[in-house]
């Protein structure tokens, strides 16, 4: 029921449903106005004997060459169309996928075309998980390099990461288990974008964005489609959820206290910075006895904790990198040492 139910929407969206509707009505008109001809039984039963036939031949012979054809075919896009693609988003019936270091689909002028797609897709059933590169890793660093001046990875995938997030929140409860992002972080020089059973891949030009770059539209079923399918998963699996970039848990305990909290955190090189509330709080109920922080992803060291001062040269770059992370400002932090 479901697939009848995908096949129904695609037919609608592609003027399909339409076009069977009228060729119906016009069959059903000539066979009224011919009821009267002579052994119109028996010439009915005969024609339509004879066009099961050739239909059966159709699907059963003609049609898996054609499909085995199709699956083979390459067809090259001189570049990415996000017009284009947002079409497929709307025409998916399954699922869509996105690999890319940052997407220029996530930003003006396509940004909320692509998410009220992607919307309805999760309304009708559909999935959707999208794979950008961390932009706080060296791989990131390096794939800017290569751009020459023509892009940010660092300050472009954040900015797709603060729409996603926007989106995401935004959803039903009920919807936000079909909708998935994750980070990776080395170099996959490839960006992919599918629908279905369906996708465009590029490799990663140097100096040039890859969306200015040509496009292969391919089957997932084909040689191309399956090798760009099975990196699209591998780097999927070893890739780190969006939520672990968002916040980290971290232990804080003194002499007399301990606790743990999830807090919105910043990595400046190597040294961790903490903006929650909560945690000043307790560090301040500490007053003079020692605190130390244990991050969860890091059980095996420990930290010294001290909250940063208001006005020097540290707090203003780290109150710049929170900005440009989280798009909003924060003024009190505490450091990780």
């Known amino acids: 029921m479901r697939m009848l139910r995908v096949w129904l929407g695609q037919a609608a969206r592609s003027r399909t449903l339409p076009v069977v509707a009228v060729f119906g009505a016009i069959s059903v008109l000539l066979l009224w106005l011919a009821r009267g001809g002579d052994a119109y039984g028996s010439n009915l039963a005969l024609n339509l004997g004879s066009e099961f036939v050739g239909t059966l031949v159709v699907i059963f012979a003609l049609t898996p060459i054609i499909r085995r054809a199709e699956r083979g075919r390459v067809r090259e896009h001189r570049h990415l169309d996000f017009g284009w693609y947002i079409g497929r988003v709307r025409s998916a019936g399954l699922s869509i996928r996105i690999l890319h270091t940052f997407s220029r689909l996530l930003l003006p002028p396509h940004d909320q075309r692509f998410l009220a797609a992607a919307a309805d897709l999760l309304r009708r059933g559909g999935t959707a998980r999208i794979l950008l590169m961390h932009p706080d890793s060296v791989a990131a660093a390096q794939r800017t390099a290569e751009l020459a001046g023509r892009g940010d990875v ?78 699209f998963e591998e780097l999927w699996d070893r890739s780190m959820p969006v939520d672990d970039y968002w916040r980290t848990t ?71 990198r929170y900005l440009e992370k989280y798009d909003h400002p924060e003024t009190v932090f505490v450091r990780l040492g």
Not at 185 to 197: G, H, R
Not at 256 to 261: G, I, L, W
Not at 294 to 318: I, T
């Open 154 to 231: 660092a300050i472009e995938s954040r900015r797709n990461l603060q729409a996603l997030d926007a989106f995401e929140r935004g959803l039903d409860p009920g919807l936000r288990h079909r909708f998935e992002v994750r980070l990776y972080a080395t170099s996959a020089s490839l960006q992919v974008y599918c629908w279905d059973d369906r996708l465009l891949a590029s490799f990663l030009p140097l100096g040039r964005l890859s969306g200015d770059h040509a496009q292969l539209e391919v089957s997932e079923d084909s040689p191309l489609g399956g090798f760009v399918t099975e990196r």
């Open 250 to 320: 971290v232990t804080i305990a003194g002499d007399a206290e301990q606790r743990s909290y999830t807090a919105r955190f910043l990595l400046v090189g190597e040294q961790f910075y903490l903006a929650d509330p909560e945690v000043v709080a307790h560090i301040a109920r500490a007053g003079a006895a020692t605190v130390r922080a244990v991050l969860h992803d890091a059980p095996e060291r420990s930290f010294r904790v001290a909250v940063l001062a208001d006005g020097d040269e540290e707090s203003a770059e780290v109150q710049s």
